[in-house]
């Protein structure tokens, strides 16, 4: 990490610059429109050395060009974005701690507005090892929340997590839910459609359970699934179709592998 780090503080400051110039027009925007006054007026805001929009859109910045860690982000703000009007680091994540309701409310509403356009999404999972199989039995690294699942892809167990996501059909992740690795996706479908904005989503063989589809059904969703060769009404085309449809989806694992996904994982269970 720390590596990776020292590359972003040697790279040409102007392209950083105009990077963060771009995701602050957009967070402005956000912020603008949907944190509500009481917040954006709240006590004492003017006295901050940076505004919100301005903390929140470096944060951002910085887990895009790479940073990991508390540490690597604060250091590679200060090098590139502000050397010299900038918080101090702990008040600094005091703010990112304060603000992360205010983060909520822009992702909820932008992914509302999002959805408008939306025609359907897609549904998968991908799984987070925390260990090399040949050490299943043996690890002991979130045990509460971890164990050993199959990863029908590679045909092989793994200990460690599942990470589900729904995904639009214009490449957005919209929701998001980590389980332990033996849970069955159709269950984790359950969690993660009741509330979806979008009412037609598409799923792989994972997603093939009757008893899933028909309770979706109740809440207005339309769960349609792969299905297996020695299932009735399985159709080659209509399978070939359906995996026509998942860019989107393998679009989005692609970059939160680059991001990082399994380390933000276990992050977040181990309350880091």
């Known amino acids: 990490m720390i590596c990776k780090a020292n590359n972003i503080i040697s790279q040409n400051p102007i392209k950083h610059k105009s990077f963060f110039s771009k995701i602050l027009h957009k967070i402005s925007t956000l912020y603008e429109r949907f944190v509500p006054s009481s917040v954006r007026n709240r006590r004492n805001v003017h006295l901050q050395k940076q505004p919100d929009v301005v903390i929140i859109a470096s944060y951002i910045w910085a887990i895009q060009e790479g940073c990991r860690t508390a540490s690597d982000i604060y250091r590679a703000i200060r090098h590139n974005l502000f050397p010299d009007n900038f918080p101090e680091r702990s008040r600094f994540c005091r703010i990112c701690q304060n603000l992360a309701q205010s983060i909520q409310y822009m992702s909820y509403f932008m992914v509302l507005e999002l959805c408008q356009t939306c025609s359907f999404g897609l549904i998968d999972s991908f799984p987070c090892a925390l260990c090399q199989p040949i050490r299943n039995l043996r690890a002991t690294l979130l045990s509460d929340v971890a164990n050993i699942g199959y990863n029908a892809t590679k045909k092989i167990y793994y200990y460690g997590l599942k990470f589900s996501v729904l995904v639009s059909d214009n490449d957005f992740p919209i929701d998001y839910v980590v389980t332990p690795a033996s849970v069955y996706d159709g269950d984790v479908a359950l969690e993660l459609l009741t509330n979806s904005p979008i009412s037609l989503i598409y799923g792989d063989k994972g997603y093939v359970d009757k008893a899933t589809k028909v309770e979706l059904a109740q809440y207005g969703m339309t769960l349609i699934s792969q299905l297996r060769k020695n299932m ?18 393998e679009t989005v694992f692609s970059s939160l592998e680059e991001f990082g996904i399994e380390f933000f994982t276990l992050s977040e269970h181990a309350g880091t």
């Open 232 to 249: 009735t009404g399985y159709s080659w085309f209509d399978n070939y179709r359906i995996s026509r449809l998942r860019k989107p989806i």
